[in-house]
């Protein structure tokens, strides 16, 4: 029956693809709260409804997370610009109508933000590393949740008045 539908693996694979970057960007980025002005905290309730999507359909997480973690998974170029473009519209949507006077006045706000951001994306490189040799579908996600909300906290002590 999979043939009925798809000519090859190669067009059921292009259209996972395209479905996933579509349920993301349906069901998460557009969902993203550009009201909530303080930095973190939108960062908070981002990662609150990634999970809720995450449950939602854990397969699309599951399959657009071989493209973060597992290098060796060949992507067109078309398919790499996507995905480029994914993230970008996401950092739109994370970085817009931002109160910077919540952040120490000792740093530049510009600079908070940074450093908040790269902090973040270290935090999930280093969680990357640590679910390379684990199969995604079947791991309970909820203790790296956790942790990630009290890293959160940790960072507003370290940059926030």
């Given amino acids: 029956m999979l043939f009925y539908y798809f000519n090859s693996k190669k067009e059921l694979f292009n259209y996972l693809f395209d479905y996933g970057i579509d349920f993301i960007i349906k069901e998460y980025i557009e969902k993203l709260d550009e009201n909530e002005t303080d930095f973190i905290e939108r960062y908070r309730h981002a990662s609150q409804i990634k999970l809720k999507v995450y449950h939602k359909n854990p397969h699309v997480f599951n399959f657009l997370a071989t493209f973060y973690i597992k290098e060796e998974v060949g992507l067109s170029e078309e398919m790499k610009k996507r995905i480029e473009n994914l993230k970008k519209f996401g950092f739109s949507k994370m970085f817009s109508n931002i109160d910077q006077s919540l952040f120490r006045d000792d740093l530049k ?53």
């Fill in 109 to 161: 706000p510009e600079q908070v933000m940074k450093l908040i951001y790269l902090t973040i994306i270290g935090y999930e490189k280093e969680l990357i590393n640590r679910l390379k040799g684990e199969e995604t579908s079947s791991s309970d996600m909820q203790p790296h949740w956790d942790d990630f909300h009290e890293f959160l906290d940790a960072l507003k002590k370290v940059y926030y008045k």
